[in-house]
Every structure is written in structure tokens, then in C-alpha cells.
Nanobody, 127 residues
Framework: QVQLVASGGGSVQTGGSLRLSCGAS????????MGWFRQAPGKEREGVAS????????LYVDSVKGRFTISQDNAKNMVSLQMNSLKPEDTAIYYC????????????????????WGQGTQVTVSS
């Protein structure tokens, strides 16, 4: 059973930075997708970024391009999300997830592609 534990959330002002981390255990394959999602109050959970464990290929949703960076440390089974230039609209609970579905060689930023989910960590950006 794969388990994910997310950490690193907090409260910052507009323009600030936070770094989220997700530790994983229980993998049975060396090739997998990792994704970060977020869910704001009253909204659907949306994909933010994804990374493939084998080639490091990344995808980002348009609203975070140039501000967020997803990275991985395969030796430690950890994935991080560096979030810079944060905006109030980035306020949400952030979840990490893992799965084994690729589309055109990249890991999707869609919920259907992910099987295991972490518990979520709150990110609050104040204006």
C-alpha cells in the first residue's frame, strides 16, 4: 500500500514563498507519476503540477507557470513544490498524489490519473 505524507503548508503574505514536501513509501515500481493538487473552499480539486519519476518531465497548470516548481528526490522518495510569488488565489488545501497513468509521455494534472493521495496541507495567502 502506497502512503503519502504532505507537509510544509502555512500562512504567508502576497508575494511570499512556501515549499511543500511529500514523502512516499510502499512503491512497487520505480516508474510512477507524482502530482500536486489543490482545493479551495467551494471549488473542485484541481491539478497544479506533475512530474514523472523516470525522466523528470513536468507539467504545470497555466495559473502557476513561472511561479511554482515541482521537483523530486527519487533516492528519498520525495517530491517538493516550491511556490513563489504567491497570490491570494493560491489559498487552498494542497494534496500530493501518485499514480501510473501517462498521456503522451507526460503525467497528467488530472485527478483520474492518480490512485493514492496524501492528507493535504493548508496554504493561506493573505493580501
Amino acid at each position: 500500500q502506497v502512503q503519502l505524507v504532505a507537509s510544509g503548508g502555512g500562512s504567508v503574505q502576497t508575494g511570499g514563498s512556501l515549499r511543500l514536501s511529500c514523502g512516499a513509501s510502499g512503491y512497487t515500481s520505480s516508474r510512477y507519476c507524482m502530482g500536486w493538487f489543490r482545493q479551495a473552499p467551494g471549488k473542485e480539486r484541481e491539478g497544479v503540477a506533475s512530474i514523472s519519476s523516470d525522466d523528470g518531465k513536468t507539467l504545470y497548470v497555466d495559473s502557476v507557470k513561472g511561479r511554482f516548481t515541482i521537483s523530486q528526490d527519487n533516492a528519498k522518495n520525495m517530491v517538493s513544490l516550491q511556490m513563489n510569488s504567491l497570490k491570494p488565489e493560491d489559498t487552498a488545501i494542497y494534496y500530493c498524489a501518485t499514480g501510473s497513468n501517462w498521456v503522451n509521455g507526460a503525467c497528467p494534472t488530472r485527478r483520474w490519473a492518480y490512485t493514492y493521495w496524501g492528507q493535504g496541507t493548508q496554504v493561506t495567502v493573505s493580501s
